[in-house]
């Protein structure tokens, strides 16, 4: 199994950016992808999830209305676009892959990827 994270970058406050998650050696229609995020000195927070159903939940208030996942099935990918980003945005983003209903614990992950760099100028 192999999650590779990309499209992060450096951006200015209030720009967007759209973050892939490629899923290779599982399937999404068995597999919940997340997406979390770490800042530094600071723990994993999950960020949002979609279900093998298509159900997406966004969980800090801090992003919603502003973030937004969603997958193309047919390229095995997830998508994590962020809009209006603001330097709090500033971590590492990494997507993980799991079997069990979404949850907001890195904890319910069996399968992670590497993260990807986003970096929010003020």
């Known amino acids: 199994v192999q999650l590779q994270a990309s499209g992060g970058g450096l951006v200015q406050t209030g720009g967007s950016l759209r973050l892939s998650c490629a899923a290779s050696g599982l399937n999404l229609d068995y597999h919940g992808i997340g997406w979390f995020r770490q800042a530094p000195g600071k723990e994993h927070e999950g960020v949002s999830c979609?279900?093998?159903?298509?159900?997406?939940?966004t969980y800090p208030e801090s992003v919603r209305g502003r973030f937004t996942i969603s997958r193309d099935i047919t390229k095995n990918t997830v998508y994590l676009q962020m809009n209006g980003l603001k330097p709090e945005d500033t971590a590492v983003y990494s997507c993980?892959?799991?079997?069990?209903?979404?949850?907001?614990?890195?904890?319910?992950?069996?399968?992670w990827g590497q993260g990807t760099q986003v970096t929010v100028s003020s």
């Open positions: 979609i279900s093998t159903s298509d159900g997406r939940i």
């Open positions: 993980a892959a799991t079997r069990r209903l979404c949850s907001q614990s890195r904890y319910e992950y069996e399968f």
